[in-house]
């Protein structure tokens, strides 16, 4: 099992643990070998400056690899859950979003604006759909004269 672990590390610069796990469902011999272990052997090339960790990486794992490869960590949380429940979560509903964007609109402005959509969006309570949906309303009423705009609002107050 080394003798192919060693093979496939001159072969790829970083040894990963995904790829272990698939040398061992490939491989006839299961040989358990723990995560810990295979970060002491783990040799990282010189030109490598960042790591990135994508699953849920605890606080102490975190400091355990700065230090052992003074690199920067860079760790992306994975949801857990059913795959439809994660793809489909949406906490706003579009019209109380677009709500939301077009009155901070009137209160400040254009960017205030979008710089809501887009907290909306980073905080997952929109997706990215409903996001580019909402700054083409935005645009299109920035694009509007104040006349228009005048007319927009009493239109939106009396639906």
């Given at each position: ?9 001159t ?19 299961s ?48 949801p857990y ?5 994660i ?20 209160s400040?402005?254009?960017q205030?604006?979008c710089?809501?959509?887009q ?9 990215l ?5 909402i700054?083409?309303?935005?645009v299109n ?11 927009f ?5 009396s639906?």
């Open positions: 099992m080394w003798s192919l672990l060693t093979k496939i590390s072969v790829c610069p970083v040894a990963s643990r995904p790829l272990i796990l698939f040398v061992k469902k490939v491989s006839q011999k040989l358990k070998i723990p995560g810990r272990k295979i970060l002491e052997d783990l040799k990282i090339n010189k030109k490598i400056r960042r790591i990135i960790v994508l699953g849920n990486l605890s606080k102490k794992s975190l400091v355990y690899l700065k230090g052992k490869f003074q690199r920067k960590v860079i760790n992306y949380q994975v859950g059913n795959i439809h429940k793809i489909n979560k949406t906490n706003i509903p579009y019209k109380d979003a677009l709500r939301k964007a077009v009155n901070e609109f009137d400040y402005g254009y205030s604006a710089e809501l959509t907290s909306l969006y980073t905080n997952d309570e929109i997706n759909l409903q996001k580019s949906q700054m083409d309303q935005l009423v920035q694009m509007m004269t104040s006349k228009e705009r005048k007319f609002k009493k239109l939106q107050k639906a």
